[in-house]
């Protein structure tokens, strides 16, 4: 009996030992990481400079501007496996802490697209001091509130070699709507259900065109659904954003990304958009059918256990599939 006993108690322990040793494996990526320090006029900034492990002259260099919320430099690990592709291909890449958060200076809910925009130029700036970095094949990737971001960038910084951008947003309001609407019906809501959320974000938006406190907004608030104080000073500040017009700033290479189970954009009117402003010599659109608006595959998107399943045990299948190849292809084209 104890020598069953002994026997199981090896057997589960190798099978932890290994069960650990392939998590870390899976966890493990071909490039090297870099924590920074950027000081600015503003205050400082931090993130992480990932370069390839081996490389030779100077190398691209893609600067990440991050979607909406509390987002760290590495998107709780979610951008390594891009970052890798990005490593692969020659590319090194740099990724920021929003304000507020890893150590930077400030509140990213205190900002403005505008504000966002010049922290990334900040950063630009000082990787062009880099000796590694090719200062002519700096390019943007960006995810959804990117879309109000990068192209502010890019008309004041008109020598990137390119930008990605990935389920952008177009006009904050048009969005919203729009995001509504299909989460209700996505969740199975009647339209009378779906009438009167409308009618009430209409009351919300009307508060904010006249410029209303957040004492005015909670004397109409719905308990379930309740903005906190520092959201709400965001969104009065933001919810006017529109890159419509601004899109005529590109200039070079611009490569939209869109999911078709994308239900916080209208990937329809976002890619209408796009290819009405810019350039068909500069435009290319890639569709994945089955990405949502983070590019997560649809299987991984329709179950929250099965997403953290994946990020755990297999964090490169978290993405679509072709989504990462995809991006790797754009940057390979561009000349170094």
């Given at each position: ?13 190798g ?47 893609v ?6 919320g ?12 891009l970052w ?11 990724s ?18 505008e ?6 130029i ?41 930008s ?10 048009s ?30 938006l ?9 004492e ?29 017009e ?25 890619e ?19 990405a ?21 045990l ?14 790797t292809?754009?940057?390979?084209i561009?000349?170094?």
């Open positions: 009996m104890k020598k069953y006993i002994k026997l199981t108690t090896w057997i589960i322990t099978l932890v030992v290994a069960g650990f040793l392939f998590v870390l494996k899976q966890h493990s990526y071909a490039m090297t990481e870099q924590k920074i320090e950027i000081e600015t006029s503003q205050g400082k900034l931090t993130g992480t400079l990932i370069l390839p492990e081996k490389y030779s002259g100077n190398i691209g260099l600067v990440f501007v991050h979607g909406d509390p987002i760290n430099d590495t998107y709780d690990d979610a951008y390594k496996p890798e592709k990005f490593a692969s291909a020659g590319y090194a890449s740099l920021l802490n929003k304000p507020g958060i890893g150590g930077a200076s400030g509140n990213w809910l205190e900002q403005s697209m504000d966002r925009a010049q922290e990334t900040s950063a630009i700036n000082w990787a062009k001091s880099l000796p590694m970095i090719d200062t002519q094949s700096i390019g943007l990737w960006g995810a959804s509130q990117a879309g109000w971001v990068i192209p502010k960038i890019v008309r004041e910084v008109p020598d990137l070699a390119f990605i951008l990935v389920s952008p947003a177009v006009n904050w309001i969005q919203g709507k729009y995001n509504t609407r299909a989460e209700m019906k996505q969740d199975g809501l009647s339209e009378h259900e779906i009438k009167v959320k409308e009618h009430y974000n209409a009351q919300v009307q508060l904010l065109n006249e410029r209303a406190s957040y005015d907004y909670l004397h109409i608030a719905q308990s379930e659904d309740l903005i906190p104080r520092e959201r709400w000073g965001f969104i009065a500040k933001n919810y006017q954003s529109d890159a419509t601004e899109l005529s700033y590109f200039n070079v290479p611009v490569h939209l990304v869109l999911g078709g189970q994308d239900i916080n954009v209208d990937i329809e009117e976002t209408r958009i796009y290819r009405d402003k810019i350039p068909a010599s500069l435009l290319s659109v890639s569709y994945f059918p089955d949502d608006h983070s590019m997560l595959s649809k299987k991984n998107a329709a179950s929250p256990l099965r997403t953290f399943l994946t990020a755990v297999f964090p490169r299948q978290l993405v679509d599939n072709q989504y990462l190849n995809d991006l292809q754009f940057i390979q561009q000349p170094l």
